[in-house]
């Protein structure tokens, strides 16, 4: 991995703090690191509730980005439960595609932390459904 991925990776591990809010809620299982255009790291966790209430870590990233004036995503990087990093969901993606409709399929996504395998969004969501 390079140096930005390496600082990125570092980022999410210091918010990833899985705890228990309440009998309902929980966080941090999951963190996240978006790098926007700028070069600007953004963090974000996992919130899990007993309803679709909750958010995915990569999108709460997206969300401090966006909370912070930017809009343009460079990287995305996820640390899972084990340490390991793993694709956006779905809802994660299709949020990053309407944010950037023109550009989306350039954004990079980190699979796999241990070997430095990387894909663009384009490669693992092809077509946009609108």
Request: net charge negative.
């Amino acid at each position: 991995m390079d140096k930005i991925w390496n600082e990125m990776f570092e980022a999410a591990k210091a918010v990833q703090n899985a705890r228990k809010i309440s009998g309902y809620v929980t966080c941090g299982e999951v963190s996240a690191a978006v790098r926007s255009k700028s070069g600007r790291i953004y963090t974000g966790v996992c919130v899990d509730t007993c309803s679709t209430l909750g958010i995915c870590a990569e999108r709460n990233a997206i969300f401090n980005m966006m909370t912070n004036g930017e809009q343009e995503i460079d990287r995305v990087l996820a640390v899972m439960p084990d340490g390991s990093s793993g694709a956006p969901c779905g809802a994660c993606r299709e949020l990053m595609v309407q944010l950037m409709p023109d550009s989306y399929k350039d954004i990079e996504i980190m699979l796999d932390t241990k070997t430095g395998r990387t894909v663009k969004l384009g490669e693992i969501t092809p077509e946009w459904w609108i």
